[in-house]
């Protein structure tokens, strides 16, 4: 297969993300949602938290769970591809051969996708900055002075420590633990819910057939000879 008629096949479904991805910012921009007046937080708890974040490493284990998050996205992109290309009528014409070429480059172009989006989210985003202007306001809202201080001297002691150290192995193992029990459960209600929306279906259509009046029977007239 050529590189044109890939492209025919495969633009598709990078249109359908594109569109997924732009619907949902219109809508998340359709209906704002008002603002809550910003809080000043005190010197003596911004100077508390930060070094909450110092001792927890809070920036690179962000970009440890970013960089899960994308590995995650990396891994499902290519299916969401094949599942859209797969129903073309274009791609069901194809050889065997032909459609292994079109998975092939499906794999080939989502990787390309997924290390761009990463790069270009990165340029654009300052994940230290982020993780800073998040944090203030939160740790601000749910703890008084007293107990940042004691998170401060938790995350100095040797169990704090290794908490922290082990954080990023701890989410790692959460997001594939859950992967291999939610995605099987998943596709397992999706197929239930497709079997029950058939046969509803199936129900319905012959509902309709038995409803519709039968046409009569042509009768033939036979002419009398003389």
Do not use: W
Not at 22 to 39: D, L, R
Not at 90 to 112: A, G, I, N, Y
């Amino acid at each position: 297969m050529n590189r044109k008629a890939f492209r025919f096949v495969a633009a598709p479904a990078i249109i359908l993300l594109c569109c997924l991805a732009a619907s949902q910012a219109q809508e998340a921009a359709a209906t704002p949602k008002p603002e809550a007046p910003k809080q000043e937080v005190s010197a003596t708890k911004r100077t508390l938290i930060k070094q909450i974040l110092d001792l927890t490493n809070a920036a690179r284990i962000s970009e440890g769970m970013f960089d899960a998050q994308f590995d995650e996205m990396k891994k499902e992109l290519p299916a969401m591809q094949l599942r859209v290309i797969s129903s073309l009528d274009e791609f069901k014409r194809l050889s065997p051969t032909q459609q292994e070429e079109v998975r092939t480059r499906v794999k080939e172009s989502s990787d390309r996708i997924s290390k761009r989006l990463k790069e270009v989210f990165l340029q654009r985003i300052d994940l230290k900055q982020l993780v800073e202007e998040i944090s203030y306001s939160i740790y601000d809202k749910h703890f008084s002075e007293g107990e940042l201080t004691d998170l401060v001297t938790f995350y100095k002691s040797t169990t704090g420590q290794k908490v922290i150290a082990e954080m990023p192995s701890l989410f790692a193992e959460s997001i594939e633990k859950s992967s291999e029990i939610v995605i099987p459960k998943v596709k397992e209600v999706v197929a239930d819910m497709q079997k029950e929306q058939t046969s509803q279906l199936t129900k319905e259509i012959d509902a309709v057939l038995k409803s519709s009046p039968k046409s009569p029977k042509k009768t033939t007239s036979t002419r009398r000879r003389h």
